[in-house]
């Protein structure tokens, strides 16, 4: 018998692993194959290391100890397990509710693509901070689109 989670509980615990949400209903295949891909792209990607050096201030070790080729998987499954999560909290029936969910992909995408070569101010940002600060317009332009689209309809 699946339990059920609030939007905010569903989204909180997938920022904390993907596919926690989804273990917390009962989803058990879904959930774990979200822990175990996150799990691989995590260690394939480096990104754990490139987390720690982002916060001690040595972004360009970060960035010399991530492998992009991996960690580029990691924004959609990140996105997606997270969207996931709402949509079954509460059985969520909200129209477009997954647009926000996907512009942050793309934008975190497109971040962590331009991370090697952007500094702010003279500082580098780096593979972990840049595409956090790409979140916000990937939230805001799907929000956009999803306000136009309910709109239009």
């Given at each position: 018998?699946?339990?059920s989670i609030?939007?905010?509980e569903g989204i909180l615990w997938s920022i904390a692993l993907p596919?926690?949400?989804q273990l917390l209903v009962g989803l058990w295949f879904k959930g774990a194959l979200f822990v175990i891909l996150e799990i691989i792209i995590n260690v394939q990607s480096n990104f754990n290391l490139g987390i720690m050096y982002s916060f001690l201030g040595e972004t360009h070790k970060a960035a010399n100890v991530i492998d992009y080729q991996w960690l580029m998987f990691y924004?959609?499954?990140?996105?997606?397990?997270m969207w996931d999560a709402y949509k079954i909290a509460e059985g969520s029936k909200s129209r477009y509710s997954y647009l926000p969910?996907?512009?942050s992909a793309y934008m975190v995408t497109v971040g962590l693509m331009y991370s090697p070569k952007?500094?702010?101010w003279g500082?580098?940002?780096?593979?972990?901070?840049l595409p956090i600060l790409?979140?916000?317009?990937?939230?805001?332009?799907?929000?956009?689109?999803?306000?136009i689209l309910i709109r239009l309809h």
């Open positions: 018998m699946k339990s609030t939007k905010s596919g926690f949400p924004p959609c499954l990140y996105m997606f397990a969910f996907v512009m952007v500094y702010i500082k580098f940002i780096g593979p972990i901070f790409f979140l916000v317009p990937g939230i805001l332009i799907g929000l956009f689109i999803r306000f």
